[in-house]
């Protein structure tokens, strides 16, 4: 190889090389400010304000607001269990302090939905984008186990998506 062909290919490594650290930083300064990160959901206008009761929901009722786009957040109960029990007292809560009013579906119900694609096993809660379920919590899941047990827990996993 000539010694003017290895000097082109020097050079053609240094942009390769500027160009990959360069790529490299536009992903690293986009990953800290959160470009990667679950996209927050906007509640329709009419699910802010003061409300500390939970407005009931069907399955055809669920089906309307998914069919009309709506954003929402949907807690599924179940009577009788202590589960249940104290995740509707998380999400009373976090109503109260967040200003938003939340939907109450029977797993009953849930079963007869669309929702169901999604939600399994009760309790749980549903955040709804635009008609399309953005994050819900799995009861069998450890990895949302911390958001039943601890009030913390739950508003920081809520927190991630409103």
Same mark, same amino acid.
């Given at each position: ?17 500027? $160009? ?10 986009? =990953? !800290? ?8 959901? *906007? ?8 409300? *500390? ?9 669920? +089906? +309307?607001?998914?069919? !009309? ?12 269990? *202590? ?8 999400? *009373?809560?976090?109503?109260? +302090? =967040? ?5 109450? &579906? ?18 749980? $809660? =549903? ?6 379920? &953005?994050?819900?919590?799995? !009861?069998?899941?450890?990895?949302? =186990? ?9 508003? !920081? ?6």
């Amino acid at each position: 190889m000539s010694a003017e062909k290895k000097k082109q290919m020097g050079v053609l490594g240094l942009i390769v090389a500027l $160009v990959v650290v360069l790529f490299g930083g536009v992903l690293f300064v986009g =990953a !800290a400010s959160g470009w990667f990160d679950n996209p927050k959901v *906007t509640l329709d206008p009419e699910y802010y304000g003061e409300g *500390t009761q939970m407005m009931d929901l069907d399955a055809g009722g669920y +089906e +309307e607001l998914v069919g !009309a786009k709506k954003s929402f957040v949907v807690f599924v109960d179940q009577g009788g269990c *202590t589960t249940a029990d104290r995740l509707r007292e998380y999400v *009373t809560d976090y109503m109260g +302090e =967040a200003g938003i009013k939340v939907y109450r &579906m029977m797993f009953e119900q849930v079963k007869e939905s669309s929702l169901h694609d999604y939600v399994k096993y009760y309790p749980s $809660v =549903a955040i709804v984008s635009k008609g399309h379920v &953005m994050g819900y919590l799995r !009861a069998d899941s450890d990895e949302d =186990a911390a958001a039943y047990n601890d009030y913390g827990a739950f508003k !920081a996993w809520i927190s991630k998506y409103l």
